[in-house]
């Protein structure tokens, strides 16, 4: 069952060792994406400051070409100066707090025997993990709106392909993966949500 129930005092998931083998290689895929042309933050100068732990970065940081990496770290304003400051004092720190929350989810998954489990003090970082290697699988897989994901509903659960289609099986695969993620994630939020008293939408 690839979604999360409550167990205890934990959030636990049934996912095959194919299926977190799959799933760990995507996370490494976006810790590295997140890690490419990454500049290196800046500490303030003066230790006392009390801001100090708050890293900005010198140097422009343009919008990235990747439109994976865009899913990931967005324009903050239509306006070119607007944005270019705004990613010049945040996007060094959100790629470390992105990069951070994969981690976490990494060693979750690696760590399952065979259940993930996940304790409600990390589920905020690993379904926010979640979404992020979900955000990158649907922009591979041309994910726009619900058209294009009925689309891929229907291709998982069309009939099998011969060896011959090749670029059709990986994608079909790929969708699979991209289904599992989501159902991990929406289950993880349900049971967090339920846990803050917040009806599920």
Avoid: C, W
Avoid at 39 to 66: F, I, N, S, Y
Avoid at 99 to 115: I, K
Wanted: without cysteine.
């Amino acid at each position: 069952m690839r979604a999360f129930r409550k167990d205890g005092g934990a959030y636990v998931a049934r996912v095959d060792s194919t299926e977190r083998a799959v799933l760990i290689e995507l996370v490494d895929d976006v810790v590295a994406l997140l890690s490419a042309h990454a500049g290196a933050p800046e500490p303030l100068a003066h230790a006392e400051d009390p801001l100090q732990a708050l890293r900005m970065a010198v140097e422009d940081k343009p919008t990235p070409q990747d439109p994976a990496l865009r899913r990931l770290l967005p324009d903050a304003s239509v306006d070119p100066d607007v944005n270019a400051e705004f990613r010049r004092l945040t996007e060094d720190d959100l790629r470390a707090s992105k990069t951070d929350s994969l981690l976490r989810l990494r060693a979750v998954l690696q760590g399952a025997q065979p259940d993930v489990v996940v304790l409600p003090s990390e589920a905020g970082r690993v379904a926010a993990a979640l979404t992020d290697v979900r955000l990158v699988t649907s922009e591979r897989l041309g994910v726009r709106n619900d058209s294009d994901a009925d689309r891929l509903y229907r291709l998982v659960g069309s009939d099998p392909l011969g060896d011959h289609h090749p670029e059709e099986m990986r994608r079909r695969f790929l969708a699979t993966v991209y289904l599992v993620l989501g159902m991990l994630q929406e289950s993880l939020v349900d049971l967090m949500l339920t846990d803050l008293g917040t009806p599920a939408s």
